[in-house]
């Protein structure tokens, strides 16, 4: 039963808009969530990561809000740019980093 | 340069011949595991280790064995590949604690005829 959900297969924007991707998860339990990119042919990179305790997190064009209540987390990058074209993982634990649980990524296409 | 190591990149075997995929990570990092790739199913988990000689079932672990001798190395074993198992195998290791990355290798892609 898949905990992590990413409902969205594919995200088309345009260059400078900005790229909003959702994640979504069922179990209360965990505790830190990051959000991982991935060209083909290579491994997954980390983008950036938030833990439970704080409902957003900044990092340049990246930013990710949790929302606990509703069991809810986004990435927003702004702006977007065509080097962004990826698939995006969201992934989650419930022990601090250890055994992630992964959805099933979001590709997202930037247009120029 | 910290990385994550995996070798080989690319396998073709037949079914039921065994092989190991090794991973070697020289961040001396605690955390260790080892998933798939698969079309629609995301990156789905195989087994962990949180330290040495301490090893956990993930999500999809049959048909796999793992080791975990030394803090470095993480081998994943197939004892005998069937074709349900061709897929994009990746490595991760990380530190234990929040704001911790885990970094993954780059990928094995393993055919089984």
């Known amino acids: 039963d898949q905990q992590v959900k990413q409902n969205s297969p594919s995200l088309s924007v345009q260059e400078g808009r900005i790229s909003i991707l959702n994640c979504d998860y069922t179990?209360?339990?965990?505790?830190?969530f990051l959000w991982y990119k991935k060209y083909p042919a290579e491994g997954p990179t980390f983008l950036i990561s938030?833990?439970?305790?704080?409902d957003k997190n900044e990092d340049g064009r990246f930013t990710v809000f949790l929302n606990k209540s509703a069991k809810h987390l986004s990435l927003h990058i702004v702006p977007s740019q065509p080097g962004d074209s990826a698939v995006y993982f969201c992934?989650?634990?419930?022990?601090?980093?250890?055994?992630?649980?992964f959805g099933k990524g979001t590709s997202l296409l930037v247009t120029p | 340069e910290a990385q994550v190591t995996q070798n080989p990149r690319y396998l073709i075997t037949v079914t039921g011949k065994k092989l190991t995929v090794t991973c070697s990570q020289n961040?001396?990092?605690?955390?260790m595991s080892w998933y798939r790739q698969d079309p629609g199913l995301g990156l789905r988990q195989i087994y962990y280790?949180?330290?040495?000689?301490?090893?956990d079932k993930g999500d999809v672990p049959e048909g796999y064995k793992v080791s975990r001798k030394e803090k470095r190395n993480f081998p994943l074993i197939l004892e005998s590949p069937s074709p349900n198992q061709t897929s994009l195998y990746f490595c991760?290791?990380?530190?234990?604690?929040?704001?911790?990355?885990?970094?993954f290798g780059q990928g094995t892609r393993l055919t089984v005829v």
């Open positions: 992934a989650a634990s419930r022990n601090s980093g250890y055994a992630l649980n």
């Open positions: 938030i833990s439970s305790i704080k």
């Open positions: 961040m001396n990092h605690e955390y």
């Open positions: 280790s949180m330290n040495v000689e301490v090893t």
């Open positions: 991760a290791s990380s530190s234990p604690g929040q704001d911790t990355e885990a970094f």
């Open positions: 179990n209360s339990m965990f505790d830190y």
